[in-house]
């Protein structure tokens, strides 16, 4: 099963590759965390990588597509992937069709989680964050029991300082505005999957698996 996941940031990405990838048996992909990972060790892809990220800059496409390539080839590849955070343009997804096209592949599905802005900004300004301990909770949805206090260990709750209305705004806007092209892109193709992410994540992970039977 050769997947690619997309939805904005808060649709419940994470959640739902997580399960995917458990009940697939394939590896969950994710090009931020091979980027990440890279940085930390210091290797050369990550001091590259490192220079564009630091200026606020997107790395750019040849060098996400050759970690992409490097990784998809590898040996636990051979039942599929699961591809996070890649392709994120329509340049990239043509990219990662000419790759797997030379590798005799293709796609399967492109599940995309649709949630609504509203809905999105909702999750992000009513989440809490445990200063001690990490905990979160959702003032609505995951309350504490106590308002502003941490159930685990009683550290004080607080909100991110990007999860303001505004930014969370922002981050969708920017979200949309690169990746509806790519939306369309697989639309036309046939792949996308849409799936409500307003559901819960159960009915979200059996709404996916049904419809890749
Ligand atoms: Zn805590």
Redesign the pocket.
Known sequence: MRLVLLGPPGAGKGTQASAIVKKYNIPHISTGDILRANIKKGTELGKKAKEYMDKGLLVPDDLVVSIVKDRITGDDCKNGFLLDGFPRTVNQGEALDRELTQMSLKLDRVINIDVEKEVLIERAIGRRI??????TYHIKFNPSKEEGV??????ELLQRNDDTKETVEKRIEVYIKQTKPLIDYYMEKGLILNVDGSKSIDAIFKEIVKALQ
């Open positions: 445990c200063k001690n301990c990490g905990a941490c159930d685990i260990c009683k550290g």
